[in-house]
């Protein structure tokens, strides 16, 4: 079957950049710009109708641009449709291939500072991919900055780099069945994800 995003032009967040650049992939342009304050991650559903846009970026230490939330924009429009509202800044942002919207957000305890703030367990949030109803928040580790699923959709996986973990959590039952410690070999931990399908 072939994917249904292969035809459209891709996203790309900007961090600092006051909006999501949209390429043609094929001809190598800039076609578009969707307004945003700033961009983290962003992910895009699997039927290529919506994307999820993680914003504003976070500055440790200093005050968020704009409140923190999901920005959901019509790829067909390039207009944000709504924000979905969570907790504190989000850095990643992933969709399932049963559709569900997965936001890893940071909780930072504002009496300290350090480089990465002084980072609290972290949580992600799992949304309904058709009315966008908050199904439930699961507490991760310290800084949830990627995350990643199993191709059936049953669970997602989460890297937060400031305790060095990965959390393994059961998308069914919205709960973490393990935790796995990444060893450290410097700064930062845990970082990038990527799922590998088993040999046969």
């Known amino acids: 079957m072939a994917d249904p995003r292969a035809d459209r032009p891709s996203p790309s967040g900007n961090k600092e950049a006051p909006f999501v650049s949209v390429l043609d992939l094929e001809r190598g342009e ?66 399932t291939t049963k559709g569900l919207i997965l936001a890893g957000e940071l909780r930072m305890d504002t009496s300290e500072h350090s480089a990465l703030g002084a980072q609290l367990p972290g949580t992600l949030s799992v949304f309904d991919p058709h009315g966008y109803e908050l199904l439930g928040r699961v507490e991760v580790g310290r800084f949830p900055l990627t995350i990643t699923s199993s191709p059936d959709g049953e669970r997602a996986y989460v890297a937060n780099v400031s305790s060095s973990t990965v959390t393994v959590v059961d998308l069914n039952r919205l709960e973490a069945v393990a935790e796995l410690t990444v060893a450290r070999t410097g700064e930062p931990g845990a970082h990038g994800l990527a799922y590998l399908p088993a040999a046969r």
Request: glycine share 12%.
């Open 30 to 95: 800039l076609v578009d710009r969707i307004e945003v304050p700033g961009s983290e991650g962003l992910a895009v559903s699997p039927d290529g109708r919506q994307l999820v846009v993680a914003a504003p970026k976070v500055d440790f230490g200093r005050p968020l641009k704009a409140a923190p939330g999901l920005r959901v924009i019509d790829t067909a429009t390039g207009r944000v449709e709504r924000t979905l509202p969570v907790g504190g800044p989000v850095f990643p942002v992933h969709t």
